[in-house]
Structure formats: structure tokens, C-alpha cells
């Protein structure tokens, strides 16, 4: 038991120094940093694009020839991103935590059990986070591990605003007698 | 290549993440209500292993990089935004998608969220173009070059305060 609470401690920092190092690995052979935000619209655009709907005309689709649109796929980011997909599914299931989960404990705990309240959350939620995420041009992997890797101020701002709007909004979401 | 590379660089960054356990919802919230900082131990680790790393490829010559612009308007704005979105999904979109590889099923709903967070910025990106991304537009500055100093003065002290920060965090149980 010893012995797995001193594993359990230094899981962070041993897989985070590996990730490091995969990170190193990327920029040298692909020239690549870690990103996954972009993804996302661009499958959204994809989805709108299948499903028929014309906004080919907005100035978003034209934009470096298109290169913010599903259009660009596939690249090297959306088969990152389907990497970690993959290599969280294999990990799971070989380290016997693949585990089915609907709503998350700590939300059911604070929220209630009810999915359509979640999920109405999550939408908003999802909507703010991608939004903010393209807004300030990346997220915690490409702002928060590869920007700041590089030193950058935009990055170290965007990181600084990512905790501060999180804690923010973590304090009145979580506030003891739960919100409704 | 570049598309297999990308590949096998993402299964590996998902193998990691999934074995830090920092895919779970409750590991992000809890950083965020600052109970449990496992997400930070391992974001502050890959980012001091990742800027020793990439730093060396650029002096070696191998790489050069420049840091993205910095738009306070941007960054400020949108990085609240961010943070907001994060606290009620319980989730970033990398580790969303590493989640639904775990199991997390429910995480379907914010990544559904986020697709449509992505035709909404498309809509909205002629006007943050426009009204936002000016506001503080200074252009790709770095710590070092802003300060003055060579870039391992910084790596050596963004390093020195992580592991204060490590310390503080064990010694406090977070």
C-alpha cells in the first residue's frame, strides 16, 4: 500500500516530464506543437458542410484558402486528436480503468442526477469554452503546454485567464447549498 | 508521414494523459476549486521538460519558433470565456475527446457543445477580428526577449518556482 501511494504521488510529474519530452520529439520531426482547438471547428464546419448548410460565403471559410474549415482536413492536428482518443481507450483498457460513466460524480453530487440539466449545461458550457478557446487562440494544450513552453506573454496571459475564469466560475457553481 | 507521426504522437499523449488521470472531470474541477492540482502538476511538468527540450532543438539549429501574437483583447476576453466554459464542462477539448476514450460517456454533451462553440466563433470571427483581436495587439513577444535576458534565465526560474510549487502543493496534500 506503501509502495502505491508513492506511485500514485509521482504520477503527474512523471507522465507530464513524458509528455514533455513527446512534445520535443514532435517539434523535431514534424515541427509540430501540441494544439487541438482548431479541430474543432473545422469538424463543425465539416458536420454544417454534410448537412447542407451553405456558409461558404462567410469570410471565415475564406480565411488562408479555407485553412480554418473542415476543407484542411486531414492534417497533422485532427490525427493528434484522434490519437488521444485512441491512446486513452488502449491505456484504459490495459490498466483495467476503462470505466462507463453517464454524468460525473462531482456534478451529481452538486447538480442533481437529471441528464437533461447536464446536458443543457454542457451546451453552453461547450459553446463558451470553444468560443473563448479560438478567441484567445488556443487552449490549455496549445496555449498552456506549447505556448508557454516557448516562452510566450500571449500564452502566459491566456493561461493566467483560463484559471482565473475557471476558479471564478468553480466558486459559484460549487457554493455549499449547491445552486437550485 | 506527417499525418502517421501526428497519429502516434497523439496515441502517446492520450496513453500519458490517461495515466496521470488528468482526463477525469473531477481532477479538472477540483484544480479549479483548488482541492486536488493534479492538472497543474502535469501541465507545469511537460511545459518545464517541454521548454528545456524545444529551446535545445533551437539552439542546436534543428527548429526556430516564434510565440504566438499576443492580443490582450484577445487573450483576456477570450481566455475568461475559456476558463468559464472549462468549470461548467469539467473538461478541455484535448482532454474531451481523452475522456471519451475512457469511458466517460456523458462527455458527448460538451463535446457536442464545442462543435457548436466552432460554428458560433465562425460567425462570430469577422467581428473579434474586427473588434477584439486590435485591442493590445503587440505582436509575438516572449518573456525573454520583453526582459531582455537569454531564454535559459527564464527556463531555470520558470523551473525553480514549479518545483516551489510542487512542493507547496505535497506538503499541503492538493
Known sequence: MEHNNFLQRWRPYVFGALAGLLLTASVATT???????????RMATLVVDIVGIDLSETYFYQVRDGSLTGSSFPNWQ????????LGALLAAKASGTFKRE????????????????????????????????RMAGGCPSGHGVSGVSQLGISSLV??????????LTARVLYRKGGVA | MTLIIGLITGVLF????QQAEVLRFEKQ????????????????????????????????????FAPRALSLGSQVIGGLLFG????????CPGTSIGALGEGRFGVLWPIAGMLVGGIVFALLY?????????????????????LGINHWIVIIALAAGSFFLFRFFEKRGL
Open chain 1, 31 to 41: 515541427g509540430q506543437f501540441f494544439g487541438t482547438s482548431t479541430t474543432f471547428p
Open chain 1, 78 to 85: 485532427l490525427l493528434f486528436v484522434i490519437g488521444i482518443g
Open chain 1, 102 to 133: 453517464e454524468l460525473p460524480q462531482m456534478w451529481v453530487d452538486q447538480f442533481g442526477p437529471s441528464t437533461r440539466k447536464r446536458a443543457l449545461y454542457s451546451l453552453g458550457g461547450g459553446i463558451l469554452a470553444m468560443v473563448g478557446a
Open chain 1, 158 to 167: 491566456a493561461v493566467a485567464m483560463f484559471f482565473i475564469g475557471g476558479i
Open chain 2, 14 to 17: 492520450g496513453v500519458f494523459l
Open chain 2, 29 to 64: 474541477v477540483a484544480a479549479m476549486r483548488l482541492k486536488d492540482m493534479t492538472i497543474v502538476k502535469f501541465m507545469l511538468s511537460t511545459i518545464v521538460v517541454g521548454a528545456i527540450g524545444i529551446h535545445l532543438l533551437q539552439d542546436l539549429g534543428a527548429v526556430s
Open chain 2, 84 to 91: 468559464a466554459g472549462w468549470a461548467i464542462i469539467g473538461y
Open chain 2, 126 to 146: 469577422p467581428f473579434i477580428q474586427l473588434n477584439i483581436q486590435p485591442i493590445g495587439a503587440l505582436g509575438n513577444l516572449s518573456l525573454h526577449g520583453v
